[in-house]
């Protein structure tokens, strides 16, 4: 049962990880 929670946790980190990189691609585009 712990796995699921260690799943669960990985998966808010990478989405995490796509925000992040997502609102550089907007900056980056902004700033051009």
Known sequence: MKDTT????LKAELD???EERA??????????
Not at 6 to 9: I, K, Q
Not at 23 to 32: D, P, Q
Request: hydrophobic letters at 30%.
């Open 6 to 9: 260690r799943v669960d946790e």
């Open 23 to 32: 609102k550089r691609k907007l900056e980056k585009e902004l700033k051009m």
């Open 16 to 18: 995490e990880l796509k």
